[in-house]
Every structure is written in structure tokens, then in C-alpha cells.
């Protein structure tokens, strides 16, 4: 693999993914890695601190103009800095953007969610810029709308985002489960458009994970080579195994024709 690598990274501790962030490193140093990272549990905790109310609707934070100021200094304040320092630790010349600075990342506003977003467009020289000087970037999920308006956007949507514009090869969601399951507990390995809503209107995929489905399926949908994994974070070698194809997490594929003959009717994807 030769093309952008972009990791999505959740927003648990630093010293929760002390692994990942040390494969991170060593990957980092063979081709191009973007880091895009969440923090809502933090989040929800600094407004609960603050007496702010936290309200979700299908999985995403709906951000007024008060809990955007605990975001913004969540997102691009502690925890940025703190996965950056962690990186630089283990030797990776890490920078840490937010989706405002520069202009990396143009937000379209959801409709009722108030200061919340999704990526519109990549302005990629920046990343580009970054990635020739030998710096891996951080970047956390904020964008500014169409009038310069900062939002917030989900960290899923942020990297889905991120991978469309970079063009990347290879997008890893990690989570804190291996991937998308079924109904009888199982993980499903392959994923296809077609059934996506269909899994989410039953009940299959729900909380969380609807949003980060769906984001996947938006990083494969304009007919690129980009092929997205949903995986555990906490597995070993999580990012060698999916850069080689290894049957591990959920892979998003655009349509069902693009899964291998081996899978089934059960794993939701023929």
C-alpha cells in the first residue's frame, strides 16, 4: 500500500491506546498516516461538570452555542494536544490541526442539529504540505460552515471526510467492538450499501455505530479505490492486519458485488 492511510481514533484516554498509538508510529514511518480522533465521552463529561444538558439523535450530539464552546476546547484543546504529545513520544513528528485551521475541512450544517456539520470539502495541500516535511497530522473533528461558522462535526464523518478528499486507500474506524454485529451476536465481515439502512431500521445497527456505518459507506461511495474498516482499536497489530487484508472488524464495501465469493447470505452482504 502506497497511498494515504487515515486513522480514525476514538475518543477514550491516551493511555487507553497506548498500542495503537505505538503502531501508529511504526506505520507512520513507511507511508502517509492521518489521524483523526473523537472525545465525546470527554465532552459529555465537562458539560455534565458545567450543568449543560448532553442530547443526541441518531447517534449524533446535537451542539448549541454553549456546549460548542466545551467541544472546541475538548476537541482541539486536551485531547489533540494530548495524542500528539503521546506521538511525538514515540518519535512521530506529529502536528495538531483542527478541520478550521487552514481551511482543511468545509462543514455543510445538519438541519436541527444545531452547530453540527459534515464535510462538504478537503482542502488536501495542507495535509499534502504536512505529509512532504515528514509530519503526521492530528486532526480533530471541527470545520467551519459555508459562512465561517464553527461546528462541530462527528469524529466518523470527520475521517470519512478526510479519506474522500485525500484520495486514501485505506480508512480504519476504530471502536471499542470488533466491528458490526448481527443479530445473533456475530460479526458480520462484510458489509454492502444495500443493507446498511435495512440493519439500521431493524435494529441491528443502532447508537453509535449507525453514524459510523453510515460514514463508512460515504468514504467508498464516490467510486474510489478507498476501502474502509471498522475494527477493534485494542486489537494487536489492528492496522498491519487490515492494510493486508486480513478478516478482522467489518469491511465496508460499496455494493455486494465487491465482496469476496466466500461470503454468505448470513453475513448480510450477498
Known amino acids: 500500500m502506497n497511498g494515504y492511510l487515515v486513522v480514525k481514533l476514538g475518543g477514550t484516554t491516551v493511555a487507553s491506546q497506548t498500542t495503537v498509538l505505538a503502531e501508529i508510529a511504526s506505520v507512520a514511518r513507511e507511508r502517509a498516516v492521518v489521524v483523526v480522533h473523537g472525545g465525546g465521552s470527554q465532552v459529555t463529561e465537562w458539560l455534565a461538570r458545567l450543568g449543560q444538558p448532553t442530547r443526541f439523535e441518531d447517534g449524533l450530539r446535537v451542539t448549541d452555542e454553549a456546549s460548542m464552546e466545551v467541544v472546541t476546547a475538548v476537541l482541539r484543546g486536551s485531547v489533540n494536544t494530548a495524542l500528539v504529545a503521546a506521538l511525538r513520544g514515540l518519535g512521530v513528528d506529529a502536528v495538531g490541526l483542527s478541520g478550521v485551521d487552514g481551511g482543511l ?97 431493524a435494529g441491528t445497527i443502532d447508537g453509535g455505530m449507525a453514524p459510523k456505518v453510515r460514514a463508512a459507506l460515504a468514504a467508498v461511495s464516490d467510486g474510489d479505490a478507498t476501502s474502509v474498516v471498522i475494527a477493534d482499536g485494542g486489537m494487536p497489530r489492528v492496522l498491519e492486519r487490515a492494510m493486508a487484508g486480513d478478516d478482522i472488524g467489518t469491511r465496508i464495501v460499496a455494493d455486494a458485488a465487491a465482496q469476496p465469493a466466500a461470503a454468505t447470505a448470513r453475513e448480510h452482504v450477498s
Open 105 to 201: 475541512l468545509v462543514g455543510e450544517r445538519l438541519p436541527g442539529r444545531g452547530l453540527v456539520a459534515t464535510v462538504a470539502s478537503v482542502r488536501r495541500a495542507l495535509i499534502d504540505a504536512l505529509v512532504a516535511d515528514g509530519r503526521v497530522a492530528v486532526v480533530a473533528p471541527l470545520a467551519c460552515d459555508e459562512i465561517g461558522t464553527v461546528c462541530n462535526v462527528n469524529a466518523d464523518d470527520a475521517a470519512a471526510g478526510l479519506a474522500r478528499g485525500l484520495a486514501a486507500e485505506l480508512l480504519v474506524l476504530l471502536t471499542d467492538t470488533d466491528g458490526v454485529r448481527g443479530d445473533d451476536g456475530a460479526r458480520i465481515p462484510w458489509l454492502a450499501a444495500g443493507h446498511v439502512e435495512t440493519l439500521i431500521e
